[in-house]
């Protein structure tokens, strides 16, 4: 199945500079990499997503770009905001379900 | 607001005992998901439903079952509790076309504690 790795764990960044979490994924058919934001005491929320055909996609201040011959995709926030502090989780898909990373614990240092 | 409701949001039993999670789905979406998140944990894939049919099955404890009815909404039984079942249980919803490439919408969850 898919095996998904997500790094880094934690990240502290002072508020203003850029975040980058990366994943890596071993399935080189998958095509669908979305990522999604969990603040505390809620459930994922989907943020961005991006599909294989496609090598980076923008939406304000968060862009995912796509590797496919490396097979890893990465999430960049910049001009980052205490609001952004938070767990963020990478997924790829595997034959039948979605696999997620481990998860990075983003601080946003005033 | 993601569409997806999950009831209740706290339950609170003892080892041994049994309880049902319930989840429904944004309007128009025919598939749910449910996923275990222990603490420190990252979101574990239980089990999925399409329009009332088991679809896929991940790593689903054989003291837990799932199902779906007719108007769409979804249960998650869990019995024989233990302390480790002790996690965030969120259910997820899309419109599935196969594979696992549709855009999932998590609920707000429902935290179990298990004394």
């Known amino acids: 199945g898919e095996n998904v790795e997500q790094h880094p764990s934690t990240l502290s960044v002072q508020e203003g500079d850029s975040a980058v979490i990366k994943c890596t994924y071993s399935?080189?058919?998958?095509?669908?990499f979305p990522w999604y934001k969990q603040e505390l005491g809620k459930g994922p929320q989907l943020i961005i997503d991006?599909?294989?055909?496609?090598g980076e996609k923008k939406d304000q201040r968060i862009a995912v770009t796509l590797n496919k011959t490396a097979k890893h995709f990465s999430l960049h926030i910049t001009e980052t905001q205490p609001e952004d502090s938070a767990v963020y989780f990478c997924a790829a898909p595997g034959a039948r379900q979605l696999t997620f990373g481990s998860g990075t614990q983003l601080t946003v240092l005033p | 607001d993601s569409g997806v409701t999950q009831t209740p949001k706290h339950l609170i039993t003892a080892t041994g005992q049994r309880v049902t999670l319930r989840c429904s789905p944004r309007?128009?979406?025919?598939?749910v998901y449910w996923y275990q998140q222990s603490l420190d944990q990252g979101l574990q894939f239980l089990i999925q439903?399409?329009?009332?049919?088991?679809?896929a099955k991940g790593n689903i404890l054989e003291r837990f079952s799932a199902q779906q009815f007719p108007d769409l909404h979804s249960e998650l039984n869990l019995s024989s509790l233990e302390l480790g079942d002790s996690a965030l249980y969120f259910c997820a919803s899309s419109t599935w076309t196969g594979g696992a490439t549709d855009t999932q919408y998590f609920g707000p969850g429902t935290r179990l504690t298990v004394l």
């Open positions: 309007s128009g979406d025919l598939s």
């Open positions: 399935d080189s058919a998958s095509n669908y």
């Open positions: 991006i599909r294989s055909n496609v």
């Open positions: 439903y399409y329009n009332g049919e088991e679809r």
